[in-house]
Nanobody, 125 residues
Framework: VQLQASGGGLVQAGGSLRLSCTASGRTFGNYVMGWFRQAPGKEREFVAAISRSGGATRYADSVKGRFTISRDNVKNTVWLQMISLKPEDTAIYYC???????????????????WGHGTQVTVSR
């Protein structure tokens, strides 16, 4: 599966952005989807993940209550709605897909099989 992330940009602190990730192919519903981010000089970290049906989600503590992950398996798209953005949210955001049928939802970066190119999110003070 090929993943294409979009929706990044420059926003002031307190603002909002919605990231999109569109997947190629007809089996999007077979994948657990996740969002990760990588800030300059830091390791890539987990942000949010969603199960195949969308019924289960998981978030990093740093974004709980501010970010919402959702998906539409007909549109082959997963979104990350981000509100109350902070300068520390500045990073390149990546979407990823996990194909393991035994996984419901996971935050483990090593369990994702496919990655899209990132989209830059910059939050100014």
């Amino acid at each position: 599966v090929q993943l294409q992330a979009s929706g990044g940009g420059l926003v002031q602190a307190g603002g909002s952005l919605r990231l999109s990730c569109t997947a190629s192919g007809r089996t999007f519903g077979n994948y657990v989807m996740g969002w990760f981010r990588q800030a300059p000089g830091k390791e890539r970290e987990f942000v949010a993940a969603i199960s195949r049906s969308g019924g289960a989600t998981r978030y990093a503590d740093s974004v709980k209550g501010r970010f919402t992950i959702s998906r539409d398996n007909v549109k082959n798209t997963v979104w990350l709605q981000m509100i109350s953005l902070k300068p520390e949210d500045t990073a390149i955001y990546y979407c990823a897909a996990n194909r393991n049928p035994g996984v419901v939802v996971t935050a483990r970066i090593g369990e994702y099989d496919y990655w899209g190119h990132g989209t830059q999110v910059t939050v100014s003070r």
